[in-house]
């Protein structure tokens, strides 16, 4: 059996890839700007503060969730969404780390 495409790559390469491809839609950066906003966890309907459909939402909420950068609780028929404030260090010092690479080069094409 051949490798995979993923496991030609090393594991920080295929986490950095897929923390960007969960942010890559415009509605979670837009979900996730909302809740930083509130500076508190969420439990209103975002369906009103964002103009998207409920099941959009919702599978929105699902893709951030998987990757830890929310984290959600049911409280009776709601359910509260927060930053996870660790997960979202974790990630900024990933970004950070290949973002303030010096890429001077000698001679440019």
């Given amino acids: 059996m051949g490798l995979t495409k993923a496991e030609i790559f090393t594991?920080?390469?295929?986490?950095?890839?897929?923390?960007?491809?969960?942010?890559?839609h415009?509605?979670?950066?837009?979900?996730?700007?909302?809740?930083i906003k509130q500076k508190a966890c969420i439990c209103n309907d975002l369906v009103?503060?964002?103009?998207?459909?409920?099941?959009?939402i919702s599978q929105h909420l699902?893709?951030?969730k998987n990757?830890?950068?929310i984290q959600g609780s049911v409280?009776?028929?709601s359910v509260c969404y927060c930053i996870d404030e660790k997960v979202w260090k974790q990630i900024q010092m990933k970004?950070?780390?290949l973002f303030n690479q010096d890429v001077k080069v000698k001679q440019c094409c």
């Fill in 11 to 24: 594991d920080e390469q295929n986490e950095l890839a897929l923390l960007f491809k969960v942010l890559a």
């Fill in 26 to 35: 415009p509605a979670r950066i837009a979900i996730l700007q909302h809740i």
């Fill in 48 to 56: 009103g503060e964002l103009g998207l459909a409920q099941a959009t």
């Fill in 62 to 64: 699902k893709e951030l």
């Fill in 67 to 69: 990757v830890g950068i």
């Fill in 75 to 77: 409280e009776g028929k």
């Fill in 95 to 97: 970004f950070n780390e």
